[in-house]
């Protein structure tokens, strides 16, 4: 098992680089063949490595909501109809991820919102910064479009944090951090997009959303392994 997961991680770096090459150079030769390849990879590894447990489907189905987001946002600059629907694709992600979060505890118990509703503060008190900041730069649409997918984005950082205590704290940890660059890189897409231009947005863009995902899928086979454990 453990060569097979060395060989996965090999080819998943490949993939990675093979991304940021195309990002950097803006080659669509490396970025329409590579990217749709991302959660396909991503999927495929948790299929493989996480053991049976019930909610899997909703896993699968997230990830699939991010690959068609992922392909129909490459054709954006086509018609700004392609990146209203890859948003879209997003935000059936991050809905879906969040009941994935639910779901995926391995302890019974209250969840620190419910034990210590403080912690939502922070969570809050970002929602509203970015969307303020990026808000004198949006028109029509954009503004409520853009208010309801931050709310989602921060709504599935905060259902990460809230499985403290509830999982083991390697997949916690690890999900919390993949979370944590999900959000890092929308901003900085939405930032560079609505509001100012950001150096090398691209790659920063890219190299935290690959981890982010990398990141939350690990996160729930740690979490799904030791469910197993712990039932078995």
Known sequence: MKTKSYILNLVFLVIFVLELIGTING????DYPVKPLILIWIAVYFIIMAKPRPYHWLVILAFFFSWAGDLLLMFGWKNEMFFFAGVGGFFL????YIQVFRKY???EGKKIFARKPIWILPFAI???SIYLYVYPHLEGIMKPVVALYACSLIGMCAAAFNRIGLVNSSSFQILFIGAIFFVISDSLLAINKFANPIPISGFLVMSTYMLAQYLIMLGLIRSSNSYQEKTS
């Open 93 to 96: 992600s991050q809905i879906t």
């Open 126 to 128: 970002y929602l509203v």
């Open 105 to 107: 505890s391995v302890s």
């Open 27 to 30: 080659s669509k030769w490396f």
